[in-house]
């Protein structure tokens, strides 16, 4: 029977936005923790959500819809269904379970769905969470929208952009013939082209065309989703919550040229044409992937982004590749660079920089 209940609206606790949930196991939870926070229409069943939201108009359509995994796995085949559906294209979709299957988490990787969160979880980072996708609604192509709400803004002083152009400009030129040797050498290996582009978050959430050496094959970003369960920070503790950054160890999708490129740190060189642009510095914090970079917009974390992005940096000098390192102690080095970083702190990482371009560990 379904039992539908709407939290009150309160303009003053930020409850303007809407919210449609499914389901019994995770109600109570979420009605007192995150009920003052948002307005939240409850369904006790996935058809009473998906008679809610065939009754609702452009103007009422929920932002957010949070859905239990039921025992069937029938939510998987109504999340098709809303997405078929143009009212519903663009929704913020958010599924909570409470069995910890990483079949599920894959299931609803493939889906793309905005997240996936397994009991116990804080519900804090759930409020935080989905007041952000909210916010910067469907951040990943609009991040550019982003670079414009940080509160500091990052210019490269002189001294660094001088040496930024120093260097970038010398190596680019005395590494010319190197350049064309791993080019012929690529070709050779493998099919596909010889530079891979993605698109790279960097200072003040910026975004910009970040090059390398192709080192993988051509469908690694489709098989990344299928390997990221897998991946050296996985979880933060118990919690099921999704690590910022991905690093999968022995990773299929790389090519046996790749693999020698990556572990001398020779499929990095046309970052310097990214230098020479001035989209980041030869020091500073590695600019992320998207999907990396939506995940860190905390102001805990949020930091990282108010200082240089670089070729190298603290990470990489001081604990890259070791199996220890934790998620949070490459945030906190990312952290401290950002407020601390000098003209000297810079040349101690360039030097220390060329003994750590060689990794023991396959990451």
Excluded at 98 to 123: E, S
Excluded at 199 to 228: N, P
Excluded at 342 to 349: G, N, Q, T, Y
Aim: proline share 4%; hydrophobic share 40%.
């Amino acid at each position: 029977m379904m039992n539908r209940t709407a939290t009150d609206w309160n303009e003053n606790s930020g409850a303007h936005i809407r919210v449609a949930y499914a389901g019994l196991e995770l109600k109570d939870l979420i009605f007192n923790d995150l009920g003052e926070n948002f307005r939240i229409v409850f369904n006790d069943t996935l058809k009473d959500l998906e008679e809610y939201l065939g009754e609702q108009s452009i103007l009422s359509v929920p932002d957010i819809i949070l859905v239990e995994v039921d025992k069937e796995e029938k939510c998987f085949l109504l999340v098709e269904k809303l997405k078929e559906n143009f009212l519903m294209n663009g929704l913020i979709v958010i599924m909570l379970s409470t069995r910890a299957d990483k079949r599920l988490v894959q299931k609803a990787m493939q889906m793309k769905l905005h997240d996936f969160y397994t009991y116990p979880f804080p519900t804090s980072d759930l409020r935080e969470r989905l007041n952000f996708l909210v916010k910067f609604k469907l951040i990943k192509p609009k991040l550019l929208e982003l670079s414009k709400e940080v509160d500091i803004t990052y210019e490269v002083p002189l001294g660094k952009r001088m040496l930024d152009l120093f260097i970038s400009g010398m190596m680019m030129l005395f590494l010319s013939p190197l350049f064309l040797i791993i080019a012929i050498a690529i070709k050779l290996d493998s099919k596909g082209p010889i530079f891979y582009k993605s698109k790279r978050v960097g200072t003040g959430y910026k975004v910009f065309d970040f090059y390398k050496f192709r080192s993988m094959r051509t469908d690694a970003d489709q098989l990344l989703e299928q390997l990221s369960s897998h991946n050296q920070y996985a979880d933060e503790g118990a919690t099921g919550k999704k690590a910022a950054f991905v690093k999968i160890k022995n990773d299929p999708r790389i090519t046996k040229l790749g693999q020698f490129l990556r572990n001398s740190s020779l499929d990095e060189l046309p970052q310097l044409f990214n230098i020479l642009r001035g989209d980041m510095s030869v020091v500073g914090n590695r600019p992320l992937p998207v999907y990396e970079a939506e995940m860190l917009t905390s102001n805990e974390w949020s930091m990282r982004f108010l200082g240089p992005a670089g070729l190298t940096g603290l990470w990489q000098i001081s604990k890259r590749g070791k199996e220890e390192m934790s998620e949070r102690e490459r945030k906190k080095l990312d952290n401290f660079y950002a407020q601390k970083y000098s003209f000297w702190l810079d040349v101690k990482i360039i030097i220390g920089t060329i003994p750590a371009l060689f990794q023991k560990e396959k990451v």
